[in-house]
């Protein structure tokens, strides 16, 4: 049982930076990997980032370069995506994953509940 919160969202600013937290708490033996999806109004739910727990390498989506920085502090089980220059189109409910392994070696995918972003003038 592994529960997932993020935190940082809220209103900013087009051309703002904003820091968004995720923590996975709970029963945790591995967590092979944490990131990011993000769901625009209208539209389908887009990976935003991923990283890799124990070697720390991240993939991002396309549009996702450049402008958006995935890391992790493993002691906090944690992961967080700093985003620079937002744009409206920024704006969407941007949910965490955490893929954990238990006991197992059963690799189980948990999300957070999403926190919203609006990017507006």
């Known amino acids: 049982q592994v529960q997932v919160e993020e935190s940082g969202g809220g209103l900013l600013q087009p051309g703002g930076s904003l820091r968004l937290s995720c923590k996975a708490s709970?029963?945790?033996?591995?967590?092979?990997?944490m990131g990011w999806y993000r769901q625009a109004p209208g539209k389908q739910r887009e990976l935003v980032a991923l990283?890799?727990?124990?070697?720390?390498?991240?993939n991002y989506a396309d549009f996702a370069k450049g402008r958006f920085t995935i890391s992790r502090d493993n002691a906090e089980n944690a992961v967080y995506l700093q985003v620079n220059d937002l744009k409206p189109e920024d704006t969407a409910v941007y949910s965490c994953?955490?893929?954990?392994?238990?006991?197992?070696?059963?690799?189980?995918?948990?999300w957070g509940q999403g926190t919203q972003v609006t990017v507006s003038s």
């Open positions: 709970g029963t945790i033996f591995v967590i092979n990997y």
């Open positions: 990283i890799t727990m124990s070697s720390g390498s991240a």
């Open positions: 994953i955490v893929g954990h392994m238990g006991r197992t070696f059963i690799v189980t995918d948990y």
